[in-house]
C-alpha cells in the first residue's frame, strides 16, 4: 500500500497518480471527495504564492464520481488584488473535469488589528484524547480513505445516527513527499461532515454532497481538526450537512455540503 493518498507524476507536475487511500464509501471504483477536495487546497496554496496572504474560503464543486485515475490539477488567479484574490482551480482526468474550485486569499493584517476581546471567537470541544479511541469506519473495503485518516469521536458514532463531534487526523500525506498543510488537512476532514452526523440508515439510503465549502477564520494548527456536525435532511430529497471546525486551541470556521439524499437502488 502507498504512505500516501497521491503520487507525483514525475514527467508531469500538474498529474498526480491516485493511490487506493482515497477510496470512498459508496463505490471500490470512485475516490472519497476529502482527498480530491485536498488536493486541490494543495494546488490553490502553490498558485502565484504571495508573502502575508492565506486562504479564507474554499468552496469546491464536484462534478461527478472521481475515479481511482491519474488526477490533473490547473490553477490561476481569475481576479488578482491588492487585498483580496480569487483562485480558481480545476481537477481533470482523461475525460474531462470532476471537480472545480474557488478560493478567496485574503492579505493578513500586519500589524494585527486591535480588536476587543470580547468580540473574538472563543469555546473548545473535549480534545481527541477525551475520545475512547480510534473508531473504526464500517467498510468492506480493505484498503481506503477509512484506512488512511483516524477517527475519534467524542459523541456520536457512525453507527448512531444524528449529531455528532468527530476529531480527525491523516495517516498520510496528501502528496507524496510533501507535509500537509493545514488548509489540506481540513478540506480532508470537513468532507466528512456527512458521514460523521448521518441520520439515515446507510444500507438503505445514499446521501452524497454535490458540494464542500469550507470557510476558515484562523489558521488550523496541529495535526487534528475536529466536527461537530450535523445533518438536515428533507423528504424531498435535498439535505445539508454543516459542521463548525475546531482544531485544540478553538475555533476555526465552518463547512457545509449540498446533500442529495435518496434510497439505495
Not at 483562485?87 to 486569499?105: C, F, H, K, Y
Not at 476558515?216 to 430529497?237: I, K, S
Request: glycine share 8%; with cysteine.
Amino acid at each position: 500500500m502507498s504512505d500516501a493518498f497521491y503520487l507525483p507524476d514525475d514527467n508531469d507536475p500538474q498529474r498526480f497518480i491516485s493511490t487506493e487511500l482515497t477510496r470512498g464509501p459508496w463505490s471500490p471504483d470512485a475516490q472519497h471527495a476529502g482527498p480530491p477536495s485536498a488536493l486541490l487546497g494543495h494546488a490553490i496554496e502553490r498558485c502565484e504564492p504571495r508573502a502575508g496572504f492565506q486562504v479564507g474560503r474554499v468552496a469546491v464543486e464536484i462534478l461527478g464520481p472521481i475515479p481511482l485515475e491519474p488526477l490533473t490539477v490547473r490553477t490561476r488567479v481569475a481576479r488578482a488584488g491588492r487585498s483580496v484574490e480569487l483562485i480558481e482551480a480545476t481537477l481533470s482526468t482523461d475525460r474531462g473535469p470532476v471537480m472545480q474550485a474557488n478560493a478567496w486569499r485574503f492579505k493578513r493584517a500586519d500589524p494585527e488589528l486591535q480588536l476587543p476581546e470580547h468580540i473574538l471567537p472563543t469555546g473548545a470541544r473535549p480534545g481527541p484524547e477525551h475520545a475512547p479511541g480510534a473508531t473504526p469506519f464500517p467498510s468492506d473495503q480493505p484498503v481506503g480513505f477509512h484506512t488512511g485518516i483516524e477517527y475519534r469521536f467524542v459523541t456520536g458514532s457512525f453507527v448512531d445516527a444524528g449529531p455528532a463531534i468527530c476529531w480527525i487526523r491523516l495517516k498520510y500525506p496528501i502528496v507524496a513527499d510533501t507535509d500537509p498543510s493545514p488548509l489540506e488537512r481540513t478540506l480532508a476532514a470537513a468532507d466528512s461532515g456527512n458521514g460523521v452526523s448521518s441520520v439515515l440508515d446507510w444500507a438503505g439510503y445514499l446521501f452524497i454532497n454535490t458540494d464542500l465549502t469550507v470557510t476558515l477564520h484562523r489558521q488550523p494548527a496541529g495535526e487534528w481538526v475536529c466536527l461537530d456536525a450535523a445533518t438536515y435532511p428533507q423528504p424531498h430529497g435535498i439535505g445539508l450537512a454543516e459542521s463548525a471546525l475546531f482544531d485544540e486551541k478553538g475555533p476555526l470556521g465552518r463547512s457545509t455540503q449540498t446533500l442529495f439524499l435518496t434510497t439505495r437502488q
